[in-house]
């Protein structure tokens, strides 16, 4: 039998409603991954109107490294978050602690061994990533900087989701928040008073990000579920594989994510090369694109983190229906925010761009069709990360990596290979709504599963 109100009264994720629940952790959730993608936007549109369109292109040849960060931090953040609540769930405090502390050591290995890395292979990364003859020195010097900011930026983003498992979404979001508004009063000081160019933007954002961590990482001094001491820290393998497990999917989606980004850039360059447009434009473009959609998958990834405390004790406690209406409620909340996205995107695209800053009569005849045509399944895009959390949350880790893989692995990377071949330049931009639509019907196919499987549980222990 589902546990009933009065077993469950201790914890309103187990009664409370659910749409006050969602409010509740995925509003300041939300809050949070913005003010994360703000960090990005804001140099972008400082870089844009200071450095210029090749600015605006270094900062998209330097993305899929940010990108590589927030996959770990995903990885640990969900793993150690979903661990942690579905053992509070079914009442083993003391499994939870232990995860707690092989999840906060697991964040700052991950972290600091993402900077080393990016600073010795900092050149063979960048060609990698599409930079252009004449981008890489403004990504070589903008990378070389923000990379000593990854550790922080890591452990932020994780800690974040942690603290927001532990019932305090607002402290959660006011921890990015404070970093996010500091780096856009330090864009504005070091571009346009000290004339720092591309290097002001990386010391604005490295310091935001550090500030943010330091008041993520006070916080578990006063961790309300238990009290975190010193001797919890420190790599369990058991549990640091159970927080990796959880933690994949999230984990994949963000790999699959940067190399979408790699191939991309890559074959923007290639087939821009080839058309009136040349490679620059296509790159400066691309990146804007990318920052603009870090804000689509912030409301997402925001709304799905939010709803993860809910979903993992629901599931724990055996709460089945919950665990269903979570996922409904969120999922229609997403395809409204994705509605309002299309209708931005086909209706003013050339105002949008407009705000990176100015280019060429031909920039703008190339971001107005980037953004109608490569974006023009944004309505249905928050589907495939709503349904990852989901899967991860409940601990269904198969169907999570099978989502995560989906949209950018199984489908946008070899459509990217492949439809340019037959349409040159027009064939990137084709490639992304094909792959939204079927990414989306495989997620909804894999939920209509899963929710017949929680039917057949909840009449089993009726």
């Not at 980004?261 to 804007?288: C, E, W």
């Not at 603009?292 to 799905?304: C, E, K, Q, R, T």
Request: proline share 3%.
């Amino acid at each position: 039998m589902e546990r009933s109100v009065k077993s469950i009264k201790g914890n309103p994720l187990g009664y409370a409603p659910i749409p006050g629940l969602i409010r509740r952790f995925a509003i300041p959730s939300i809050i949070g991954m913005l003010v994360m993608a703000a960090y990005n936007i804001t140099d972008q549109i400082f870089i844009g109107h200071v450095v210029g369109m090749r600015g605006n292109a270094a900062t998209n040849v330097a993305f899929p490294v940010v990108t590589l960060t927030i996959a770990f931090a995903q990885m640990a953040g969900i793993g150690t978050a979903s661990n942690f609540n579905i053992n509070m769930g079914a009442k083993q405090e003391e499994e939870a602690k232990k995860f707690v502390g092989t999840g906060l050591t697991l964040m700052a290995v991950f972290g600091v061994s993402i900077m080393i890395l990016v600073l010795v292979f900092k050149t063979p990364i960048l060609w990698l990533c599409g930079a252009t003859e004449t981008v890489f020195p403004y990504a070589s010097a903008y990378l070389g900087i923000t990379a000593f900011g990854f550790p922080f930026l890591l452990m932020g983003n994780s800690m974040s989701t942690l603290i927001r498992a532990d019932g305090s979404p607002k402290y959660s979001m006011s921890c990015n928040i404070v970093g996010a508004i500091l780096n856009v009063f330090l864009d504005a000081l070091f571009l346009f008073v000290f004339q720092w160019g591309i290097r002001g933007a990386a010391f604005a954002t490295i310091i935001g990000q550090i500030i943010s961590f330091f008041i993520g990482i006070s916080y578990f001094r006063h961790f309300k579920t238990f009290d975190i001491h010193r001797n919890m820290l420190g790599i369990r393998m058991k549990y640091a594989a159970a927080i990796i497990k959880l933690g994949t999917s999230n984990f994949i989606n963000h790999m699959i994510m940067m190399l979408v980004n790699i191939v991309l850039n890559n074959m923007l360059r290639k087939y821009g090369a080839m058309s009136v447009y040349g490679s620059d434009i296509p790159l400066a473009v691309s990146g804007i694109a990318a920052k603009l959609n870090s804000v689509l998958i912030s409301f997402a990834v925001g709304l799905a983190q939010g709803c993860q405390p809910i979903l993992g004790f629901n599931m724990g406690a055996k709460n089945y229906s919950r665990v269903k209406k979570t996922y409904q409620t969120a999922l229609g909340i997403a395809l409204c925010i994705g509605l309002v996205a299309f209708a931005a995107f086909q209706l003013a695209p050339r105002q949008i761009t407009g705000i990176f800053g100015t280019g060429s009569e031909l920039y703008y005849e190339f971001a107005e069709k980037y953004l109608r045509i490569y974006m023009m399944m944004v309505c249905i895009y928050n589907v495939q990360p709503i349904t990852v959390n989901y899967f991860t949350s409940i601990g269904n880790v198969k169907q999570g990596i099978i989502i995560s893989l989906s949209r950018q692995g199984f489908f946008l990377i070899p459509l990217l290979v492949i439809l340019p071949t037959f349409l040159g330049l027009n064939g990137v931009l084709y490639a992304a709504p094909i792959a939204d639509t079927l990414a989306c019907i495989l997620a909804l196919s894999l939920i209509a599963v899963n929710f017949r499987q929680l039917d057949k549980l909840k009449k089993t222990n009726t």
